[in-house]
């Protein structure tokens, strides 16, 4: 099976850089993606990596870790509006995919 | 304009008494995926499905079906609710495992 965390909340100011940690005990490894969900919406797709390193995206990036069984999501120029929900997702076999717990992330003025 | 539908929204029955979550997309994607949304628990898959007549099960699949007759439509089927199956539930689908995953706007469902 597969397990993964992720911290359950993280607070940050406006303007910052925030980076939001997952890691992961898997059976089978295919990749590991991001996702934000802001409250009573549906999640919506950040980011997917499937080998080692940095992929970045405007002000956000996702990074993997292999060997180390870690990810992270880093958020640059923090926004109000990007207080939300944010979890990692391991692709196992087929296209199961197993999330993390989520973690909240508030940003303050 | 691409889209991802469910219906209904919301949902209120009872135990016992068979339902039927529709979900279509418009995107012409082969991969379709059913979750559902505890509070602290995160999203959980249930099923999913790589193509017509194709699918598998997730991490939660006890109580649940699915069937995947055309590629359009991936209707999640409750024989017999029990309220522990109250929940939101997300329809989700990408054009491969790689891709983005585009999700349903969610039902929510109380088994009373």
């Known amino acids: 099976g597969q397990s993964l965390e992720q911290p359950s909340e993280v607070t940050a100011v406006e303007g910052a850089i925030v980076q939001i940690n997952c890691t992961y005990q898997t059976s089978g490894f295919y990749g590991l993606s991001w996702y934000q969900q802001h409250d009573g919406g549906a999640p919506t797709f950040l980011s997917y990596?499937?080998?080692?390193g940095l992929e970045e995206t405007g002000r956000f990036s996702s990074f993997l870790s292999r060997s180390d069984s870690y990810g992270y999501l880093l958020l640059q120029e923090l926004q109000m509006k990007d207080s939300a929900s944010y979890f990692c997702?391991?692709?196992?076999?087929?296209?199961?995919?197993?999330f993390g717990g989520g973690t909240r992330l508030m940003v303050k003025p | 304009e691409a889209q991802v539908t469910q219906n209904p929204r919301y949902l209120i029955t009872v135990t016992g008494k068979k339902l039927t979550v529709t979900c279509s997309q418009n995107m012409n994607h082969e991969y379709m995926s059913w979750y559902r949304q505890d509070p602290g628990l995160g999203l959980r898959q249930i099923y999913y499905s790589m193509n017509v007549e194709v699918t598998d099960k997730g991490d939660v699949p006890e109580g649940y079906k699915v069937s995947r007759k055309e590629k359009r439509n991936f209707p999640l089927i409750l024989e017999s609710p029990s309220p522990n199956q109250t929940s939101l539930y997300f329809c989700?689908?990408?054009?491969?495992?790689?891709?983005?995953?585009?999700f349903g706007p969610g039902t929510r469902l109380l088994v009373l």
């Open positions: 997702a391991v692709r196992g076999a087929g296209n199961m995919l197993t």
């Open positions: 990596n499937a080998l080692d």
């Open positions: 989700a689908t990408q054009r491969g495992p790689q891709e983005t995953q585009y």
